[in-house]
C-alpha cells in the first residue's frame, strides 16, 4: 500500500518528464529519493518498505527545511544565482505540503496546548507538545518564537 502523496509524486514525475520540465523533474527525483531512502531506513527497522502519509509528508518537509536554510546561506554568501535555483525547488516543494498556518492560527493552539498542560514553564516540554500537534502545518521558526512568547508572558 503506497501513500496518496507519494502516489501524487510519482504521477506528477512522470507528467513532468513528458512535457520536458526538466527543473521540476530533478526536483521532484531528489524528493523521491529522499523518500526512497527514508523506505530504505525503515526497512532497515522494521522489514517493511511502505511509508505512511506522515512519513512521506516528513520527507517533504525535511527537504524544504533544507532549501529554506539553502536559501539563507546563498544569500548570506551573496549568490543569489544559487538561491534562485533553490527558491524554485522550496515552490515546487511546497505544492506537497498542506497548507500552513499563520502565526495568528498558531498562537491560538499554542494557547490551548499551554492551557492544557496546566500552564507549563518549560520551553522544551512546550515546544515537543506543539510540534506534535502543527507537525508540518507551521514554520518552526514561528512556533518557536510564539511558544516563546506565551511562556514570557505567562511567567510575568
Known amino acids: 500500500m503506497n501513500s496518496k502523496l507519494k502516489e501524487k509524486i ?4 512522470e507528467f513532468s ?3 520536458r520540465n526538466i527543473s521540476r523533474v530533478e ?19 522494521l522489514n517493511i518498505s511502505d511509508l505512511s502519509e506522515e512519513e ?5 518537509v525535511k527537504e524544504a527545511k533544507k532549501r529554506k536554510e ?7 554568501g551573496g549568490r543569489n544565482d544559487l538561491a534562485e535555483k533553490e527558491k524554485g525547488e522550496l515552490k515546487i516543494l511546497e505544492e506537497y505540503l ?7 492560527e498558531v498562537r491560538k493552539v499554542v494557547k490551548e ?7 507549563i514553564r518549560d ?34
Open 10 to 13: 510519482l504521477k506528477d514525475l
Open 17 to 19: 518528464f513528458k512535457n
Open 27 to 45: 526536483t521532484l527525483r531528489m524528493l523521491m529519493s529522499a523518500v526512497h531512502n527514508k523506505e530504505i531506513e525503515k526497512k532497515g527497522k
Open 56 to 60: 512521506v509528508l516528513e520527507a517533504v
Open 70 to 76: 539553502a536559501i539563507d546561506f546563498y544569500i548570506k
Open 98 to 104: 498542506p497548507a500552513q498556518m499563520g502565526e495568528a
Open 113 to 119: 496546548i499551554l492551557n492544557s498542560l496546566g500552564g
Open 123 to 156: 520551553f522544551g516540554g512546550a515546544m515537543s507538545e506543539v510540534m506534535k500537534k502543527l507537525k508540518g502545518q507551521a514554520d518552526a521558526k514561528i512556533i518557536s518564537s510564539v511558544v516563546k512568547e506565551e511562556i514570557s508572558d505567562a511567567g510575568e
